[in-house]
């Protein structure tokens, strides 16, 4: 439970113009679509993904990390990071692909490989109304079979050059692009709900803050006086 006096003590130190930002990413953002990336082991490629979801209103991430540790640049992420939420999947001796999978199906998402094969579903014809996980994969490899065998569908960007792929961050802005613009478009209610707005806002605020563990601090002292 936010407490809402804790808030309004914290807003007399973040500018007006910052807290109105926050408000206005949080009132854009969504779960109803989230980004699974697997095994992407260069640093730019993952840190471009991670721009994008936050550009386009993508709260969460899910990292799968059986071969290759996630890093995010601040020099591609612009800090995009920082206002992300992060779920890794990186046991050892476990199956990570699977056990992202699984939680994903639990929160009601259907999985969607990003793939070029010709039975694919085309973005255009995607349907958006749908809670949807979409997974990439590198671009040489792609994803991997525990991915294309649980997915419920693929889906292909429609390509009319030679080359038959995309790099994964072109990729996944692409995608997130269209599907977000849809998706607003609809009568879907996408939005964040009210309580996790809240503790966004407030968790935000806390990292807009220098010091903020002695500010803390100094608040609930001031509370128990």
């Known amino acids: 439970m936010v407490d809402h006096n804790y808030v309004k003590f914290l807003e007399?130190?973040?500018?007006?113009?910052?807290?109105?930002?926050?408000?206005?990413?949080l009132n854009n953002r969504t779960k109803?679509?989230?980004?699974?990336?697997?095994?992407?082991?260069?640093?730019?490629?993952?840190?471009?993904?991670?721009?994008?979801?936050?550009i386009f209103g993508v709260q969460d991430i899910h990292v799968i990390e059986s071969k290759y540790r996630f890093k995010a640049t601040n020099q591609v992420a612009k800090g995009a990071q920082k206002w992300m939420d992060f779920t890794y999947y990186n046991e050892y001796d476990t199956n990570n692909t699977k056990e992202s999978i699984k939680k994903l199906k639990e929160d009601?998402?259907?999985?969607?490989?990003?793939?070029?094969h010709n039975e694919s579903c085309l973005?255009?014809?995607?349907?958006?109304t749908k809670k949807s996980a979409f997974f990439?994969?590198?671009?040489?490899?792609?994803?991997?079979?525990?991915?294309?065998?649980?997915?419920?569908?693929?889906?292909?960007?429609p390509m009319v050059g030679f080359t038959e792929s995309l790099n994964i961050s072109v990729a996944a802005?692409?995608?997130?692009?269209?599907?977000?613009?849809?998706?607003?478009?609809t009568d879907v209610d996408?939005?964040?709900?009210?309580?996790?707005?809240?503790?966004?806002?407030?968790?935000?605020?806390?990292?807009?803050?220098?010091?903020i563990k002695k500010i803390k601090e100094r608040y609930l002292t001031e509370q128990q006086d």
């Open 32 to 54: 109803h679509f989230t980004v699974a990336i697997e095994d992407i082991y260069q640093a730019h490629n993952a840190s471009a993904v991670v721009r994008s979801c936050d």
């Open 136 to 157: 990439f994969g590198v671009e040489k490899e792609g994803l991997s079979e525990d991915v294309l065998a649980a997915a419920d569908v693929s889906l292909k960007i």
């Open 123 to 128: 973005l255009p014809d995607f349907d958006v």
């Open 190 to 211: 996408w939005k964040l709900d009210k309580d996790f707005q809240d503790q966004k806002y407030l968790e935000w605020l806390e990292k807009s803050i220098k010091s």
């Open 173 to 185: 802005a692409i995608i997130l692009n269209d599907v977000t613009a849809r998706l607003r478009a």
């Open 12 to 25: 007399t130190i973040v500018s007006e113009r910052r807290q109105q930002l926050f408000k206005e990413v």
């Open 108 to 116: 009601g998402y259907q999985i969607v490989a990003t793939s070029p």
